[in-house]
């Protein structure tokens, strides 16, 4: 079974940066997509970036593409999530995700996805 716990989240002042780093641990033979979501109050919970590990590829959502970079340290065993320009809609609970394929989830389809906690993320105008 595979954990993932992030770290990282806070408040910050709009148009700041905020670094989410998330340490995979376990069976991790099925992580050949990682990523992150965000979740708003009482909204369901939406893709921001994803990463491709065959070959490095990402994806990002409309909404924080040239803000946001997700990489990570494979020597870690970490992903990260960089924020840049942060915006008060940015503001939500940040979830770790990792799972077999990023098509899957590019096709909304989240079954085979593990999860992390998530991490608050809070953006003051």
């Known amino acids: 079974q595979v954990r993932l716990v992030e770290f990282g989240g806070g408040p910050v002042q709009s148009g700041g940066s905020l670094r989410l780093s998330c340490v995979v641990s376990?069976?991790?033979?099925?992580?050949?997509?990682m990523g992150w979501f965000r979740q708003y109050p009482g909204k369901d919970r939406e893709r921001v970036a994803l990463l491709y590990n065959d070959t490095g590829s990402s994806y990002y959502d409309d909404s924080v593409k040239g803000r946001f970079f997700i990489s990570q340290d494979s020597a870690q065993n970490t992903l990260y999530l960089q924020m840049n320009s942060l915006k008060p809609e940015d503001t939500a609970m940040y979830y770790c995700?990792?799972?077999?394929?990023?098509?899957?989830?590019?096709?909304?389809?989240?079954?085979?996805?593990?999860w992390g906690q998530g991490t608050q993320v809070t953006v003051s105008s």
């Open positions: 376990g069976y991790t033979a099925n992580t050949a997509c």
């Open positions: 995700v990792v799972g077999s394929r990023c098509e899957l989830i590019l096709q909304y389809a989240y079954f085979d996805l593990a």
